[in-house]
């Protein structure tokens, strides 16, 4: 393996006595509380075991692959991995989106303590932008382009919650609207050719809380855009979420522009969630291999360095390699590896890692393999 990882964590945390902790089941990654600005301890969503397939002639394309994670009530959570590895599906499976040849092969989502998965089409119809809003990838190339935007959030109201005659208070309404995600009112007779992507994305985010849902999935909101309206739009959001009180997922591949807006980050691999943190931990002491990866690529204005994530997922995602998940691209992987799955281990509150180097009957493997990489 030509990559060569940062030869940190600068510490390796411990639990109270001095040891990393272990979860029982090896197929969920958990993790202790949220922590982060104006979060609170209440779980608004918890995802449980989710595995996600795609049925092709060749066999299921395993998408999402027992995952588990809590959102809590106040908090901004970032999805990240490259392309491929799950998050849009993980979107979908959560509001129950998933198209044929997708399905959902198992797993639990909970919102408000009620279970998803038991929602009759109708309920999920209403559930939908008031229990979960998903602001989708290309969200604003997805706009009516003859229907004028007012229209397109009016539908978005009416379809829940009936015809109404007021026009004077509904207008009003998208008004109050508009000034959350930063739109000025003249645009209400527009139609979404006349709007900027930047517009066009807000108008995206003001029908996605129109109904004012517990949990807002936004995915790769800001991609489309260039540098600073992604910054705008990604403040929009954190604003938006702040005044009417929304718990929030965002789905993202720029770790910078993240590091600013999450409370913590989830880092996904190949379908499986492979880290979970505070964003500070992720960026100052990342301890999964792959998350290093990704931290070491981020570009650098003062520093020119070398794109250290150049393959992208090697394998076949119908045929994953046994035990680890990253071990074919892992410059530290061993026997052990290949032959057991990796659980999830707490090596510190709120910081959960899927790596054997974690355990600590393996300290002294990962003494070693940091020791050889600290200097290259
Ligand atoms: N309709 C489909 N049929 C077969 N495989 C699919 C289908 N849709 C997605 N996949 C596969 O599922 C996996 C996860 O795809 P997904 O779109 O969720 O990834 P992503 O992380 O959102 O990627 P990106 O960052 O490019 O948006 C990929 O291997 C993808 O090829
Ligand atoms: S479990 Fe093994 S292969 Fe997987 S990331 Fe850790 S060291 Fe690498
Ligand atoms: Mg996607």
Known sequence: MSQQLNPHPKSLPQNEGGTSKRDDSPSLLVEEGAGGRGVKDRVVLKVDNLRIHYATPQGDVIAVSDISFNLYEGETLGLVGESGCGKSTTAYGILQL???????????IEVDGTEVLNLSEEELRKFRWTGLSLIPQGAMNSLN?????????????????????DKEAMR???????????????????????LSGGM????????????????VIADEATSALDV???????????????????????????????????????????GKMVEIAPVENVYANPL???TQ???????????????????????DPRNPPSGCIFRLRCPFAWDHCAEVEP????????????CHLFDEQFEERRAHAYATTANP
């Open 98 to 108: 998933v198209q044929p040849p997708g399905y959902i092969v198992h797993g639990s």
């Open 343 to 354: 659980p999830p281990i707490n090596v510190e509150e709120k910081h959960v890692v899927a």
């Open 145 to 165: 382009p003859t229907m004028r935007v007012k229209d397109q959030i009016i539908d978005v109201i009416e379809s829940h919650e009936g015809k109404k005659r």
């Open 172 to 194: 009003e309404r998208i008004f109050e609207l508009f000034q959350n995600v930063g739109l000025p009112n003249r645009i209400y007779n527009m139609y979404p050719h006349e």
């Open 293 to 315: 990866l990704l931290i070491d690529s981020i570009p650098s204005i003062k520093e020119r360095k070398p794109l250290k994530i150049t393959e992208g997922i090697t394998h």
């Open 288 to 290: 999964h291999p792959y």
């Open 200 to 215: 066009k994305q807000r108008v995206c985010i003001a029908m996605g809380v129109a109904l004012h849902p517990t949990v």
């Open 228 to 270: 600073v309206v992604q910054r705008i739009v990604a403040q929009t959001l954190i604003k938006v979420k702040d005044e009417i009180g929304v718990s929030l997922i965002v789905i993202g591949h720029d770790m910078g522009l993240l590091a600013q807006i999450v409370d913590r980050i989830a880092v996904m691999y190949a």
